[in-house]
Nanobody, 123 residues
Framework: QVRLVESGGGLVQAGGSLRLSCAASGGTFSEFVMGWFRQAPGKEREFVGR????????YYADSVKGRFTITRDNAKSTVSLQMNSLKPEDTAVYYC????????????????WGQGTQVTDSS
């Protein structure tokens, strides 16, 4: 099992940017499909995006496509979520996710979760 620790959440005004990071320990990071989900109050956890374990290809939810970018550094066992042009509806707890080899989009398909980091619109 891999341990995931997120950082970088906080208050941000609409239109602003924020960068979240997730540090992984345990397991072979380069073999994990790393991703991000978010959960707003009263709503279900939803998929934000993921980055593959091999070629590093990315896939995003339509709601964040063109605004959010996921990158990974296998040497440091970290994955980042760069969020630009933030909107009030992006306010949520953001969770780092991992699963070895297999792509996912549903929370039920994720094997390991971080504890979450809060992103809040301060407008």
């Amino acid at each position: 099992q891999v341990r995931l620790v997120e950082s970088g959440g906080g208050l941000v005004q609409a239109g602003g940017s924020l960068r979240l990071s997730c540090a992984a320990s345990g397991g072979t990071f380069s073999e994990f499909v790393m991703g991000w989900f978010r959960q707003a109050p009263g709503k279900e956890r939803e998929f934000v995006g993921r980055i593959s374990w091999g070629c590093g290809s990315t896939y995003y939810a339509d709601s964040v496509k063109g605004r959010f970018t996921i990158t990974r550094d296998n040497a440091k066992s970290t994955v980042s979520l760069q969020m630009n042009s933030l909107k009030p509806e992006d306010t949520a707890v953001y969770y780092c996710a991992a699963r070895d080899y297999r792509d996912y989009r549903s929370p039920s398909e994720v094997r390991d979760w971080g504890q979450g980091t809060q992103v809040t619109d301060s407008s």
